[in-house]
C-alpha cells in the first residue's frame, strides 16, 4: 500500500507541472491541431469526390479523425522527451538513487500529464467537433464502455512505446531523431492519418499484428461503431498481451542499458 | 567581399560539424535512415490515398507527389544547412549567445550553421529521387523558363523556410519558456503546402500565400510547372517573396536582440 502512495504523488505531482505551464502545452497541443486541420480538408475533399471509401461515409471519417486527434495528443510534449532528456543530461542518475521503480515512476508521471492535458484536450476536441459541424456520437451507452477502455489501453500502449523508444537514447547521444522515427511509425501504424481499414491487404495484416494500431484506429473504429463487439473482446485481449508484452521488452532495456550507463560529471 | 567571407566561414563550419557528427556513428546512422523512412511512409500515405479514390480535385497522384518531392528537398537542404536554427530557443534561455555576439562574425550565420541535421541528407536524396519518378510520370512542357526556374525555386524556397522557422524560433526572445512549442508549430504549418491549396478555406490559404507564405514553396510552382492555371506566373515571385522573408527574419532577430539580456553567469 505504502508503495503505491509513493507513485500516486508522482501522478499528483505531474498535474501540478502540467498545469503551470499551460501556455506551453496549450501552444503544443494547438500545433498537433494544426496538422490536423491539413488532414481534415485533404479527406474532405476525397470524399466530395467519393462518398463511400471502404465502407465509410463522410460523417464516420469525421468521427474517426476527431477521436484520432484526441488519442495522438494524449501524450506528447514532456513526455515525449523526458525519458531522453534524463539520458542526455545525465539526471538519469538522480533517478537511479530514488528509492522508486525508474518505469513505474514514469508511467506515473504520464499519468499525471494524462489528465491534466486530457482536460484541454478534450476541450479542444469539442471546439473541434463543433467546428466540422459533427453531431454524430455513439447513441448506445455500451459502446462508451467500450471506448473509455479502448481509450485507456491507447494511454498504456503509447505511454511503454514511448518509453521504450525514449531507453533508446542510452545508445545515441539525442533523443530527436528517436523521437521523430517514433512518431512517423506510430502516425502511420496505429492509423492516425489513413484509417488501417483502407490499407492494401499485406499491409493491413502486417500493423493488425503490430501493437500501434491500439494506440488510435482500435478506439476510432468503436467510437464510428464500425467495429462489432465479438471483434472488439478479441482485439482487447490481443491489446492486454501486448501490453503486457511491452512492460517486459522495456524492463529487458533496462537491464541491458545499465550495463553500459556512462554519467558524465560527478 | 563580405558575401564571399560568408561563404567561406559558411563552408568551414559545415566542415567541422560534418567531423562532429561523424564521431558519434550509431547516431549518424539512426538519422540518416529516419530521414528517408519518414519520407517513405508520407509517400506510402499518398499511395493508398489514391489507390481509394480518383484524382482529388483535377491533381493526380503524382502531380501531388512532385509537390511532396520538392518539399522533402528543400526541407533537406535546410535541416543540412541550418539546423542550428532549432537550437535558438536553448542558446537564449542558457545564454550561450552571449559568445557568439562576442565573435566579429554575424550571430545569424552562428546561430544557423550551430547544428547540422543528418536527416536532411536521407530528405534530400528521397526528395530527389522522388521528383525524378514524378518527372517521368506526370506531363510538364519543359520549355527554357520551366528548366530556368528549379534552380530558383530551390534556392527561394529554402531561403522561404530558413527564415519562417528561424524568425519563429527568435519568439523565445519574447516566450522565456524552456519548452518553446510555438516554432514547431509554424513549421508544422508547412503541411498546408504539400496540398493544393484550393482544397482549404479562404482564410487558411490567406494564412499560407500571405503571411506564412509556404504555397510558394509547394502549390504555386506546380501550378506554373503543370500549367494548370494562367495565373500560374506568379510563381516567379518566388524569390522576392524569399527576400521579403529574410528581411523580415533578419528584423525579428535584431529586435529580440535588443530584449535579450544575458542569464549571466
Not at chain 2, 508549430?185 to 508547412?190: D, G, I, S
Not at chain 2, 490559404?205 to 495565373?231: C, D, H, M, Q, S
Request: glycine share 6%; proline share 4%; aromatic share 16%.
Amino acid at each position: 500500500m505504502n508503495s503505491l502512495k509513493k507513485y500516486v504523488r508522482h501522478v499528483l505531482c505531474a498535474i501540478q507541472e502540467t498545469t503551470a505551464y499551460r501556455a506551453s502545452y496549450f501552444i503544443n497541443i494547438v500545433s498537433q491541431f494544426v496538422s490536423y486541420i491539413a488532414i481534415f480538408f485533404l479527406w474532405k475533399a476525397v470524399f466530395m469526390a467519393q462518398p463511400d471509401i471502404g465502407g465509410m461515409a463522410w460523417k464516420d471519417m469525421q468521427g474517426y479523425l476527431l477521436i484520432s486527434l484526441f488519442a495522438s495528443a494524449l501524450i506528447s510534449g514532456s513526455s515525449e522527451f523526458r525519458v531522453s532528456r534524463a539520458i542526455w543530461t545525465g539526471n538519469i542518475a538522480v533517478e537511479l538513487v530514488r528509492p522508486v521503480d525508474y518505469q513505474k515512476a514514469n508511467f506515473a508521471i504520464t499519468v499525471g500529464n494524462g489528465i491534466a492535458e486530457g482536460v484541454l484536450v478534450a476541450a479542444i476536441g469539442l471546439v473541434f467537433a463543433v467546428l466540422i459541424g459533427f453531431t454524430a456520437p455513439p447513441e448506445n451507452p455500451v459502446t462508451w464502455l467500450y471506448f473509455l477502455l479502448a481509450l485507456a489501453f491507447s494511454f498504456i500502449t503509447k505511454f511503454l512505446i514511448v518509453y521504450i523508444f525514449g531507453l533508446f537514447t542510452f545508445w545515441t547521444t539525442g533523443g530527436m531523431g528517436i523521437s521523430w522515427f517514433r512518431r512517423g511509425i506510430t502516425d502511420f501504424f496505429s492509423g492516425a492519418i489513413i484509417p488501417l481499414s483502407f490499407f492494401p491487404a499485406w499491409l493491413k495484416t502486417v500493423s493488425d499484428i503490430l501493437p500501434f494500431r491500439g494506440i488510435v484506429s482500435v478506439p476510432a473504429t468503436i467510437f464510428i461503431g464500425q467495429m462489432p463487439e465479438s471483434q472488439i473482446l478479441v482485439t482487447f485481449a490481443v491489446e492486454i498481451a501486448w501490453i503486457a508484452g511491452l512492460w517486459y521488452i522495456a524492463r529487458l532495456i533496462w537491464h541491458f542499458a545499465m550495463r553500459k550507463v556512462t554519467i558524465h560529471g560527478g | 567581399m563580405r558575401l564571399g567571407r560568408t561563404l567561406f566561414l559558411f563552408s568551414r563550419f559545415l566542415a567541422q560539424n560534418i567531423k562532429i557528427k561523424l564521431e558519434y556513428k550509431a547516431d549518424f546512422i539512426i538519422m540518416l535512415f529516419t530521414g528517408s523512412a519518414l519520407q517513405l511512409l508520407g509517400l506510402l500515405f499518398l499511395g493508398v490515398l489514391f489507390s481509394k479514390i480518383p484524382p482529388i480535385q483535377g491533381w493526380t497522384m503524382w502531380e501531388i507527389v512532385l509537390i511532396l518531392a520538392s518539399i522533402f528537398f528543400t526541407e533537406g537542404v535546410v535541416s543540412f544547412a541550418f539546423e542550428g536554427m532549432w537550437r535558438t530557443v536553448r542558446l537564449i534561455n542558457m545564454g550561450d549567445l552571449d559568445r557568439f555576439l562576442l565573435r566579429p562574425v554575424s550571430p545569424i550565420l552562428q546561430i544557423l550553421v550551430y547544428d547540422l541535421g543528418i536527416h536532411g541528407i536521407g530528405n534530400m536524396v528521397t526528395g530527389a529521387v522522388l521528383f525524378v519518378l514524378a518527372l517521368s510520370r506526370t506531363q510538364i512542357v519543359w520549355t527554357a523558363d520551366r528548366i530556368l526556374y528549379i534552380p530558383v525555386l530551390i534556392v527561394s524556397a529554402a531561403a522561404i523556410r530558413t527564415a519562417i522557422s528561424f524568425a519563429a524560433n527568435c519568439s523565445a526572445f519574447w516566450l522565456t519558456s524552456f519548452y518553446n512549442a510555438f516554432p514547431l508549430m509554424v513549421h508544422q504549418m508547412a503541411d498546408f503546402a504539400k496540398y493544393p491549396s484550393t482544397l482549404f478555406t479562404e482564410p487558411i490559404r490567406f494564412l499560407v500565400t500571405v503571411v506564412l507564405p509556404y504555397a510558394f514553396i509547394g502549390y504555386v510552382p506546380a501550378v506554373y510547372l503543370f500549367n494548370k492555371e494562367p495565373w500560374g506566373v506568379v510563381a516567379w515571385l518566388v524569390p522576392a517573396v524569399a527576400l521579403w522573408c529574410v528581411v523580415v527574419a533578419r528584423s525579428v532577430f535584431y529586435r529580440g536582440l535588443r530584449r535579450y539580456d544575458s542569464p549571466g553567469n
